[in-house]
């Protein structure tokens, strides 16, 4: 038995999804260096592949139907370093102008691409809410996306912040309301949701988006915390986090020096301050719930407007697997919609 298998807290729909499916507990490594040639192993790659699989498994045209909506893929150049990134663009037929969710995908900003099939489906069930969907293919710290350029912070930040700037420059051509533009993204993406939020407000750019929605955010940067119970208790819940690696695939620096665009919970107040409607959304079961929430209490205790949802029942990130629990997938995507067209 795996802890999500034993959990009596969890959905028992995650529980025949997901089975005995979990991310085996990873020593500390030394360096980048390394952490780039284990996962280059055949044991690693055949566990990517299963992982993979799962994944897939659960981004079915079932639960999540493209009818009515137009898939295109758009591209455009990043700065500073004129790299080319792809996004997928989904939104609902016809010429109306829309809302429009930029979104982040998750894989610890280390992994995964806003094309694989889970996350297709994903941005299908948020279009399908009448928003227009940007889902940016940014670059990954340990794993490609269709970005071929595998690269430590702030590459993939970089590329967040050019394509939220691409899509509001093009919000005529996309059809979007240039007015009604928010940023989402969960886990890693949850990181540079609020990541690309904190260096539009640096730039003096922050009226180009009017909120930020992140899911189950992965910001801490070590693991286990002392000041976060879920971090234990919930450690090895379908994923974990209890060891260096990423944070040494991100860049190492970055954490010992309390960078808040590589790690959002070192934001200091006057970081946050100023920010737009800030919405954090947890799971009950996910090691990573407790610093999504005391971001949240940082985000009041700045004087942003934010509010906070908790998911009973579920895993990381559940909401990004739609063929799990098809209902929370949806009543999260109703939540994101609301945010976009009322900035509230």
Not at 82 to 92: E, L, T
Not at 212 to 235: F, K, M, Q, T
């Amino acid at each position: 038995m795996t802890k999500l298998l034993d959990d009596p807290r969890i959905d028992p729909r995650i529980k025949t999804v997901f089975g005995d499916f979990s991310q085996p507990a990873a020593s500390d490594l030394s360096s980048r260096e390394e952490l780039l040639a284990a996962m280059r192993t055949p044991e690693a790659q055949a566990a990517l592949a299963i992982e993979a699989a799962l994944y897939r498994s659960t981004g079915t045209e079932e639960a999540a139907p493209s009818q009515g909506l137009v898939v295109e893929v758009k591209t455009f150049v990043s700065a500073p370093d004129g790299n080319s990134v792809k996004i997928q663009y989904i939104r609902p037929e016809g010429e109306a102008v829309l809302p429009c969710v930029y979104y982040t995908h998750g894989g610890g900003m280390a992994y995964l691409s806003a094309f694989d099939d889970n996350y297709r489906a994903w941005g299908r069930i948020l279009a399908a809410q009448g928003l227009a969907v940007a889902m940016v293919d940014f670059r990954n710290c340990m794993l490609a996306s269709s970005a071929p350029e595998v690269a430590p912070y702030p590459a993939g930040l970089n590329d967040c912040v050019s394509g939220l700037r691409w899509t509001h420059a093009n919000a005529r051509d996309l059809g979007v309301d240039p007015t009604r533009i928010i940023i989402a993204g969960d886990s890693g993406g949850g990181n540079l949701a609020l990541a690309t939020a904190m260096k539009l407000k640096q730039d003096g750019d922050i009226g180009l988006v009017r909120g930020v929605y992140a899911l189950c955010p992965y910001i801490g940067g070590r693991w286990p915390h002392p000041d976060h119970p879920s971090s234990i208790h919930n450690e090895g819940i379908f994923i974990s986090v209890g060891n260096n690696r990423i944070p040494l695939a991100y860049g190492i620096e970055a954490l010992e020096r309390g960078d808040p665009l590589a790690w959002p919970s070192f934001a200091t107040e006057e970081d946050l301050r100023g920010l737009p409607q800030t919405v954090i959304s947890v799971n009950e079961c996910d090691p990573l719930l407790d610093e999504g929430v005391s971001f949240y209490r940082k985000l009041l205790a700045a004087g942003v407007p934010a509010r906070c949802r908790q998911v009973m029942g579920t895993i990381h990130a559940t909401e990004v697997f739609p063929a799990c629990a098809p209902d929370i997938s949806a009543n999260t995507a109703n939540d994101i919609a609301y945010l976009a067209r009322t900035g509230a």
